[in-house]
Every structure is written in C-alpha cells, then in structure tokens.
C-alpha cells in the first residue's frame, strides 16, 4: 500500500505518527519529553493564543508564531511546538533541516532547549512523506489553526473515543466531518494517512485522486468532483488492488513510474540541455487553495528586511552590495551603519543597455571587483512571477553569464517558487532550463546564515549549503 514507496523509507515517519497519535492524541503525553502536555487544559490555552487571536501582520510565520505564543505558559509553548512537528511531518517539501530548527525554535520560547539530535527530530523522521502542495505551503497558519481545532475537539471526548475514532476508519471519517474547517484544509488528508497508511493514499490534495481516478478510466473528474474524501479513498483503494493484481510483486506509488506519468501535469521534454522536468499548470490545481483574507492583502515588505540581511550578509564577507536605486535608502537604514560603504551607487559593469537595465532591478547583487557573484530576487508576491522573469530576462540577454541566481522567498512558497520555475516559458532558455540555473532560498535560511558566528571568516559559497533546486525537489 502506500506505506511502501521506492525512492525513500517511510517507516520511520510512520512510527513516529503512529506513536505520536498513541501517545498525544489518544492519551496526553509529550512527544518530545515525559510531561503530559497534550491536555485539555493546555490545547484550549494554545487554541486562545493562536486561533483567537490571529496575526495578519507582515512577518513570517515563525515569527509571528512566536509572538502569538510569547505570553503562554511554558508547557502550552511546548505544546505548540510539538503541534508545528506534527503539521510538518508529512510535507516532503519543506527540508528537515528547516523543520528542525522552526520546532526547536518554538520550544526555546519555553526557556528550555531540545537537542539537535533527539530520535523524533532526525532527517529520517523529518524527510516527510510527500509533497504538501501550494494550498498547504502557502496557508499554513490556516493548516495549523485547524489542526489545533481537531485536537480541541479530540479532548472534548473520553479516552475510548478517542481511540476509536483514530484507530477505525468510518468512526474516524464520521468524526472529523463534523469537526468545523476553514477552507479546504490539507491537513486533514495528512492525518487521515497516517492514521491509515494502508488505506489511504499519500495524497494532501483532492485533486491528484480525481486526475488519478479518470486517468485511469474509472470516473470523470466532472463525476468525482461531487464525491466525499470516503467515496475518493474507496476507489483509489479498489483501483490500487487492480493495478497489483497487474503488476505482481512491484511497488507501486501514484507519485513514481510507471503509475505518476499517465495522470500528472509533469512532462518530460527534451532540450538541448538533455532531458528535464516541467509543469503545465491549470486553474483546478490553484482552485485547492483558500482565498486569501480581505486582512492580510497588504504590501508585503518583510521583503525589505530580507534585503537587509542579504545586503550585510555580503558587506560581512567583504563584498560589494548593490541594491535597486528605489530600494537603497530603506534597506541602508536597516543595515549597521559599518556597513554603508559596501553599498554601490553605481555598477561597474561593461554591458549593452538592455542587459544594464535588467541587472540594475534586481533586488540584491555581491560583487567581487567588476564581477558579480550572487543574484537574488526577494520574491514577496503570491503570484512569484516577477523575480523569475526577470532572472529568465538576465539569462536570455547574457546565457553566457556566468551569475548564480536565486529567488529568495518565504518558506512557504517554496512549492509555488518551484512549480513556477518549471513552466515550459522558463525551459526553453538558450543558456538551459532556469529549474537549473536558479535556486530558491527561504527567508529563513537567510536569517539563519546571517546568526552564523564567524561569517567574517567566510566566503560566499556559504550560501550553497542552504540552497534548494527544483531539480531535486519532489513535486
């Protein structure tokens, strides 16, 4: 079923769902110590702190996460810190390393510490299961909101409820029916798996079962669209037995050959740079995703502070910093005034003029003499369209230059970052495919290259431990 896939073992993610549903969801205890913090008591704090009291503000997650929490108790901030665990385990897309430091970070705020290399928070158990999708990356507070309510409505009920309701499927679908959700939360895809890998598909998304069932000829998606997760779980299940009673002895998987390429939106084309990966997106896969909330369409500028840390990450290291005339005042501002003078007014650059015009816009450049080594396009907006055209730009008018791009944007775009990044207009690029000429570094990262100690004593290469391609990312 799909506990077994081949490109990666699931079993340690699996025990440590499993034991975590054992362990907190039925009885009370912590994940991650011996105390009991999976109470009542300590789930409707953590449901007051953050469920009723949101914030639409322009900071990350964790941060804003972070404030929402500041005044808890100590135990409900482990708590919720263990509640982040369990939202991240299941996303294959978002790496471990991230996962470990957000949890970690989260349980600081209790004033004790967890170690980096506790059994629960090791690359095995954080490698995820499979990819969360734009609507989960880019709405995790909702996600989290959600699964925060799930357990609030969890300990409503006795100990033996709660067993039954995770432990059978129809007491379980009939429970969270009538657990209210915002939107159409991925969340309760990822639960209902790890509560039944051997029923349920690895999927967060609706719409991959739907693709999958008419692929396959056993419904249309105008048909399966009126059908319930149950009736979609039942049919994946009946067409898995099919396609093992065809395929004996073989580990099959919607998301791995043979079965991903005959209902996946990936094509594999060939280029003059060998064979690659893209995505043809449609307006049903957007569709999954909730509409954003009339407060939290505002400008964005969290981007500027990211530029900031970018412009003395360099300065530190001794390179140049340019930054786009429009932006150089603010972002100056926020940086330490011992690093002004590695600010260019001007580049010193021997380009034809289109090819100026394109580098002079990008959000942040490091310069060594009259060379530039890193290119980065702080991407804010939720359509990440702009910082990868203009890196599509640079590369068309100059292939021969040799830059290394990035689109920095926040954790939870990533997904979109790179679905983006393999649309066909961005393949066919004389210099190759842009999924292999720019990499994407999450806001995160960058907060945590700039804490490095001894940054003075770095080069720039440093960048390249916490960067991610698309290439190699699983979609």
Known sequence: MARHIRKRDLSPVLGAAEAWITRSLVQD????????????????????????HPDFGEDT????????LQNASAPAQQLLAEMLWALLLFPSNTKARTKRQQIREMWALSG????????????????????????????????????????????????????RSLTIYDAFMQWIAGVPRDGSRQY?????FFAFPDRVERMSSNNHRRKILEAYGVAPTRETKQWNDQQLDEALFTLRA????????????????????RWSEEQKVKTVDGEVTIVVPNDEEEQEEAPIPEATKVELRPSLHIQARLAEIGAIMGLKIWVP?????????????????????????????????????????????????????????????SGLLRMADLLALQPNMDIRLYIVAPDE????????????????????????????????????????????????????????????GEA
């Open 188 to 192: 309760r895809h990822m639960l209902r």
């Open 413 to 472: 775009r990533r997904d979109k970052v790179f679905r983006e990044m393999r649309r066909p207009v961005f393949t066919y690029l004389e210099r190759g495919p842009l999924s292999r000429n720019c990499a994407f570094i999450s806001y995160e990262s960058v907060d945590a290259i700039r804490s490095q100690e001894h940054l003075a004593h770095l080069n720039d290469s440093v960048i390249e431990e916490y960067e991610e391609r698309a290439d190699t």
């Open 112 to 163: 004790e510490f967890l170690a980096d290399n506790h059994p629960l928070l090791t690359d095995a158990v954080l490698v995820g299961v499979g990819s969360g999708g734009p609507g989960f990356n880019n709405y995790r507070p909702e996600e989290l909101a959600y699964l925060i309510t799930l357990v609030r409505d969890l300990k409503g009920r006795d100990q033996a409820e709660r067993q």
């Open 29 to 52: 205890q912590s994940v991650f110590s011996d105390q009991p913090l999976w109470t009542g008591p300590l789930v409707s704090e953590v449901y007051h702190a953050f469920v009723d």
């Open 61 to 68: 997650f964790i941060a804003k996460l972070k404030g929402q």
């Open 325 to 385: 005339p429009n932006d150089r005042g603010r972002v100056r501002e926020l940086v330490s005034n011992t690093h002004h003078a590695a600010f260019l007014e001007q580049l010193p650059l021997n380009y034809d003029n289109a090819t100026i015009d394109t580098i002079e816009q990008i959000d942040v450049l490091w310069l060594r003499g009259r060379s530039i080594m890193r290119a980065f396009e702080v991407e804010h907006t939720t359509a990440v369209y």
């Open 242 to 261: 099919t396609l093992g009673r065809e395929n004996p002895g073989t580990v099959l998987d919607f998301y791995e050959p043979p079965l991903k390429e």
